[in-house]
């Protein structure tokens, strides 16, 4: 199992950003694909930023990154995209893209695959 997190970098302020995560090695059609992140000296989050489900569609945002986050999932390439504008300060962390053999979950918990993060700085 593989999952490979690319895209991020240093962008200003009021910037936008694609991440995408290219999984291996699991049926990417039955998993929840979720991202999470890691802010500079703190733990990660326990819920993810932005979810999504491969088996019925279902997307979550928290309401911190409602309107600027959006994730999508391309099954022809077995890669999920976040999409995210108006970066701000507080954006920044190393993100994460995991998988979770479930219908659908935010939790962090229940997520078996995590991939090994992509930088993502946020200048003011």
């Known amino acids: 199992v593989q999952l490979v997190e690319s895209g991020g970098g240093l962008v200003q302020a009021g910037g936008s950003l694609r991440l995408s995560c290219a999984a291996s090695?699991?049926?990417?059609?039955?998993?929840?694909i979720g991202w999470f992140r890691q802010a500079p000296g703190k733990e990660r989050e326990r819920n993810g930023i932005?979810?999504?489900?491969?088996?019925?569609?279902?997307?979550y945002y928290p309401d911190s990154v409602k309107g600027r986050f959006t994730i999508s999932s391309d099954k022809t390439k077995n890669t999920v995209y976040l999409e995210i504008n108006q970066l701000k300060p507080e954006d920044t962390a190393v993100y994460y893209c995991?998988?979770?053999?479930?219908?659908?979950?935010?939790?962090?918990?229940?997520?078996?695959?995590w991939g090994q993060g992509t930088q993502v700085t946020v200048s003011s």
């Open positions: 995991a998988a979770a053999n479930r219908p659908f979950t935010i939790a962090v918990r229940d997520y078996d695959y």
């Open positions: 090695g699991f049926t990417f059609n039955d998993f929840t």
């Open positions: 932005s979810c999504i489900s491969n088996v019925d569609g279902r997307k």
